[in-house]
């Protein structure tokens, strides 16, 4: 048997991925979570085979639940089920170590699926997700990614220019350079959509 960890916030699709999983002959769930702090706490109580969450929930994430999985040791593999179809997020769920990302809109039986590969100790990747990882490339250049990075931490640009030896208004040009390529609004827009992204 494959011995599932559910985390997801919310009940109604909590309760239809639990009896989806639950069809399966091969498949035991032994707990479903509201919220990532209770699945970490279950993740080091019952020690699953695999953990299937999403990535917005209260208390962590499903990435920072994925980071801690992976730095704690457990010996359980980790299934993402979103509906955010964005190259960032993947990128950066793949840097927590996560075997598996899938889109909320997939037909249903790929969860399962890709709980028998990922359990198996493959990889399993939304196509479609995948080609944008690779196609949606960053406009920003390194310079530029530094002083955005700095803007949405609150510096100003005066501490920004000092805190990278630049004059006060080559950092406007990077920062509004970064603007137009990102089509943001303001600084706090680019900076958010970059995050995004996974370009910062």
């Known amino acids: 048997m494959i011995r599932v960890l ?3 916030d919310q009940a109604m699709v909590r309760g ?3 009896a989806l999983l639950r069809l399966e002959q091969d498949i035991e769930v032994l707990a479903s979570c509201a919220d990532g702090s209770s699945a970490w706490s ?6 699953p085979d695999v953990i299937v ?7 962590l994430t499903g ?3 994925a980071q801690r999985v992976r730095e704690s040791g457990l010996p359980c593999r980790m299934v ?6 964005r190259a960032g997020y993947l990128r950066r769920a793949l840097d927590a170590g996560v075997a598996g990302y899938l889109l909320k809109d997939a037909p249903a039986q790929q969860l399962a699926d890709a709980v028998r590969k990922v359990h198996a100790g493959g990889r399993v990747v939304d196509p479609q997700l995948a080609v944008e990882a690779w196609t949606d490339a960053d406009p920003l250049n390194e310079r530029e990614r530094q002083v955005l990075r700095l803007a949405g931490e609150g510096m100003s640009s005066a501490d920004i220019a000092s805190e990278l030896s630049l004059s ?8 509004s350079e970064a603007i137009g390529k990102l089509n943001a609004a303001n600084r706090i827009e680019a900076y958010r ?3 995004q992204k996974g370009w910062l």
């Open 53 to 59: 969450s999403d990535i917005e929930m209260p208390g």
């Open 80 to 85: 993402i089920v979103t509906t955010f179809a």
């Open 193 to 195: 959509l970059a995050r």
């Open 42 to 47: 279950e993740a080091q109580r019952l020690r």
């Open 63 to 65: 990435l920072e639940l």
């Open 16 to 18: 239809a991925l639990a």
């Open 168 to 175: 006060h208004g080559t950092v406007r040009n990077y920062l």
């Open 6 to 8: 559910l985390a997801e």
